[in-house]
């Protein structure tokens, strides 16, 4: 009779359900836009979700004043064309205390402006529960986290001590100052963000596409110089190279990858023949095998 | 990543039988301690080629530091993702890997075996077709392998693969092999599998995996590997069942707009048809299927829309929209199969909160009617339950829910408990067959049960068994005067207009009580079947 749902159908219909549980049963959501293409995707879910209803929370942005100029513009430019509230936090003692990729190292850097920024939002606003748009095929502490996952009033993760979370029922009792992360993409992979954006046709920052960009060689990565706050050290020099991005953060902490694929087939098809992790580009992944869950645990995202 | 894929696929996504194409597969591995679950997935990963260079570097230094087979790669280390789990080398809590092949994507839950994280099994099996249940061939069936084999088995997954692993360890003995086999048939001949598939396998040295292996030319199945990607899983259609919406959250824009967003759970539905909002049983007709791509002419099982109805009916969360002719009982007591997932053990009374579908509530247990005692699947006298445990409980719930069997849907015949002060999930529930009377009443035996209350049946019933011995003579005249002589469900439904009901079911509550009285014996179905 009706042809079964297809794989994206059923993710669709999954995180849509996720959103209108949070929606019901939380006080003050929050989503947390974070400008990338697991970002493009979420919020293309959350508007599908609650449509003809506008999603009944605002957007936040922890702005670390370290992301791409494209990123900025094109997030500023979305919000707009879908009409919803965005809030943007940056961590003023940061940037008071001089805290920059280069000079404090990509941990302490990623602490102060990324982790401590995101939770002096969601003191500020008392939220009570953030969207996220993690993975759990990103990596392998993600590939154990729930759904919904609580946090303490500090905002720590305890990942030995987990609510179970069968079929689709979410357990969203909490304390006083305990709040939620939530993963509508838990079970999205990579290939299927990409599927997705091909056949609904979402925008996604141009940086994902090849182009000539300015960079630089630096420790094996090549680094975008988006500004002029990146020093060149002595024998580096500025290469115009046919560039792209598999994932976007901070520009200085966010490898680019040599390619020419400009289109979105392109795009997908690098990826699918590709043998390395789309993390791989992350610099602040790499600070030890268990680092993603230490940061987790400490309030990372 | 997916050496598989050609690139005239990768080219054309939306048209090629790429990912969203492929068929969706969800199992998990499941058994004792250190039988080789995670090293199993693992393998299968890097079989199967989704372990991307820098991960295989990570792993070669992971394998070094906190490796398990003197410094050669330890599989586990790509699955066993958390610090503790490293350290300790067991898995703590469950993990989801994604890979595919040409022909199926799969979901694979990777499930701890220790008892103490036994919840966290549960929640992986929770959204499981299939099982590969793993036994260590030195050491044969553990209590653990009977208990996650029961897990399984009340949960709802029907077809389990049985993997004798560390065949290496008993130089690939096909006596050793066959002998556990018949063991584990045995042990499982009441668990009400459809289908038992065993293999021998290595999943250190990769045998039977993605190819036959040399070391067992005795063997004469199909390698795992191949065998996931062509067998038959998984819960029937849903989509042939009757239609039910549970409704999450009303979607109300402006004055002008009223819908309810929701998930069709079974069944479809299309602009024109007739529902019923349970419990309150009032009726409309559906008048639009929205979605932000337009509106639907139809909708099915397992998607997310949002319906408007044609009349101004009273319709919040938690409710469901049903089809009228096949309605589902509304009750507020239930007998469950329980899992105890708290440390803190049940206490007889106490009141927890219940989640079922969209709906909350307060429950508390009436009686707990029998342990399952793990070692003989048998149930034992009922005590307040402590972690782990499973029991066959009767719940009561302080106001009335539309129910369904679990064995029909897990989605909607599944709970979950809370502890209201520590906000713990406590237990997972499974709504079983009822001891009293809609099971012996309104069910046939053929298997082919329905979620709803057949009316028609029920009604004729009532009269020709019970209604003399219960002396209600009164009620057998009223059940005539509605209702005519029955024969069918369409026929008594035609006849049972909306308005009646809540009459209907109210004699029905009170059947239900009366004959709950007159069965003394609390007969148990001993295995995990029933559910
Ligand atoms: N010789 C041999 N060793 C194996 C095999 N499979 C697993 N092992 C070893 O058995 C030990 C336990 O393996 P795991 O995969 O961690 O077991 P598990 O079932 O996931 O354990 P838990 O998750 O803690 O219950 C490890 O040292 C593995 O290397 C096998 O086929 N042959
Ligand atoms: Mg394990």
Known sequence: MNAPLTHLQKLEAESIHIFREVAAECEKPVFLYSIGKDSAVLLHLAMKAFYPSKPPFPLLHVDTTWKFREMIEFRDKRVKELGLELLVHINEEGVKAGVNPFDSGSRLHTDVMKTQGLKQALDKYKFDAAFGGARRDEEKSRAKERVFSLRSPEHRWDPKNQRPEPWRLYNTRKRPGESFRVFPLSNWTESDIWDYIAKEDIPVVPLYFAKKRPVVRRDGALIMRDDERMKLRPGEQVEELSVRFRTLGCYPLTGAVESTASTLPEIIAEMRASKTSEREGRIIDHDGSASMEQKKQEGYF | MNAHVTEAEALAPETAPAAQEKVLLRFITCGSVDDGKSTLIGRMLYDSQMIAEDQLAALDRDSKKFGTQGGALDFALLVDGLAAEREQGITIDVAYRYFKTDKRAFIVADTPGHEQYTRNMATGASTADLAIILIDARKGILPQTRRHSFIVSMIGVRDVALAINKMDLVDYSEDRFNEIVAAYRDMAKNLGFRSITPLPISALNGDNIASLSERTPWFQGEPLLPWLESVEAGAGDLAEAPFRFPVQWVNRPNLDFRGFSGWVASGSVKPGDAIVALPSGRASTVARIVTQDGDLPVAVAGQSVTLTLADEIDVSRGDILSSVEKQPEVASTVEARLLWTAETDMHPGASYIVKLGARTANASIDKVRALIDIHTFEPAPGKPL??????????????????????????????????????????????????????????????????????????????????????????????????????????????????????????????????????????????????
């Open chain 2, 386 to 531: 402590a972690l782990n445990e499973i029991a066959e409980a009767k719940l009561r719930f302080d106001r009335p829910f539309p129910i369904s069997l679990y064995r029909d849907n897990r989605d909607l015949g599944g709970f979950i408990l809370i502890d209201r002060i520590t906000n713990e999930t406590v237990a997972f529930g499974m709504i079983a067959p009822g001891r009293a009377a809609p099971e012996t009443l309104a069910r046939d035996e053929s298997g082919a049960q329905e979620s709803g209350v057949d009316w028609g049946r029920l009604v004729q019933n009532l009269g020709e068994k019970l209604l003399p011995a219960l002396g209600g003579g009164v009620l057998i005249g009223l059940g005539a005067k509605l209702f005519g002589a029955p024969t069918s469900t369409a026929v008594a439904l035609g006849l049972a207009d909306a308005a009646f009901r809540p009459l209907v079911r109210g004699w029905y509550g009170d059947f239900r009580a009366a004959l709950a009285k007159r069965k003394s014996d609390d007969e148990i179905t001993p295995d995990g079947a029933g559910i």
